[in-house]
């Protein structure tokens, strides 16, 4: 029997399984792409000037006498103890502006989503309305806001000069528009605390302020409303509820996420706020006392960051995110 010799066949190479990228590693990527010059730039610049001014917060620097050079000298924790218990005009300060950041935060969010709720409606002119209320916001930057910060404080002066004269007659200031007598006045029949009235009277005294860094929170708000389908409205307008039921079951929990954006963008915001009475002091101490200055900068910057984690903390607990299939 002839027995044929069969030459092996060669074996095809094994060809590698391409990896899969989902989508949403895709758009990670992307993004890291997108942010890489921010990073870069952060830790070779501004990583080193960061450090450098907390190392500062522990040093004395102080000019010596007939010559431009300056004395560096360790002093340990005894700048912080000089800022928080003998200088009571910065603790002052940082309460009142802690106070007033607070008292802020609650009324720009509502008047915020209050305005876009409203010019979320179909109505005529409705473009020319949210145009209107975000001017502010470009009005605000620039030269136009160091004018109107310099308009500021002249009018303040001059209010204080003429409060300051009319004492002996009882009137009020000129830049308000009510006090706590009228509001308690209007709130005799509803039992309501003297902490809520002064709250109230707060906010209308300081509406000019309010309105005018509301327009970045109102487009946020008027963003999330317009992503809500309105299949949604159609379903709850079919079942017979009403437009308050709606709102509070659908549109409020709809956007929730836009509520937590717009108070950590508040709070951030009147951190950074050219009329923020914190930074000014800060900035009138350090032509004097720059370490002084350094370290009151830092506990105002640990403690708008506190106040940032407890708002984070406390209204991520109540976010509706609502899941998408596939």
């Not at 949403?24 to 890489?36: E, N, Q, S």
């Not at 200055?293 to 903390?313: D, E, K, Q």
Request: charged share 10%; with cysteine.
């Amino acid at each position: 029997m002839n027995t044929a010799l069969t030459a092996p066949r060669a074996t095809a190479p094994k060809q590698r399984k391409r990896k899969v990228v989902s989508l949403d590693k895709k758009k990670a990527r992307a993004g890291w792409i997108f942010v890489l010059p921010f990073v870069i730039g952060f830790v070779l610049i501004y990583l080193p000037m960061i450090l450098q001014s907390v190392v500062s917060t522990f040093y004395d620097v102080s000019l010596i006498h007939q010559t431009p050079l300056y004395r560096i000298e360790p002093v340990g924790l005894k700048n912080y103890s000089t800022v928080l218990f003998e200088d009571t005009s910065f603790v002052q300060t940082l309460v009142s502006g802690m106070t007033q950041m607070i008292i802020d935060i609650p009324a720009i969010i509502i008047f915020s989503l209050f305005m876009a709720v409203i010019l979320n409606q179909k109505m005529i002119g409705r473009a020319v309305f949210r145009a209107i209320f975000f001017v502010p916001v470009i009005v605000s930057t620039g030269i136009i806001a160091q004018i109107d910060l310099a308009t500021t404080n002249i009018n303040t002066n001059m209010e204080g000069e003429v409060n300051t004269g009319n004492q002996a007659q009882g009137s009020g200031g000129a830049s308000q528009f009510i006090n706590a007598t009228d509001i308690s006045a209007l709130f005799s029949s509803m039992k309501v605390g003297g902490s809520l009235v002064t709250y109230v009277v707060d906010i209308i005294n300081n509406i000019y302020n309010i309105v005018n860094r509301s327009g970045v929170q109102l487009l946020i708000f008027l963003a999330g409303l317009q992503s809500i389908s309105p299949a949604i409205y159609e379903s709850c307008s079919i079942d017979g509820a009403t437009g308050w039921e709606t709102f509070w079951k659908i549109t409020f929990p709809m956007i929730s996420p836009m509520i937590l954006v717009n108070a950590v963008y508040t709070i951030i915001d009147s951190f950074t706020s050219a009329s923020n009475s914190v930074m000014s002091y800060i900035t009138q101490t350090f032509t004097q006392k720059s370490a002084e200055a350094t370290t009151m900068a830092w506990i105002y910057f640990v403690l708008v960051i506190l106040l940032v984690a407890a708002v984070a903390g406390v209204m991520s607990m109540y976010i509706f995110y609502q899941r998408k299939d596939g």
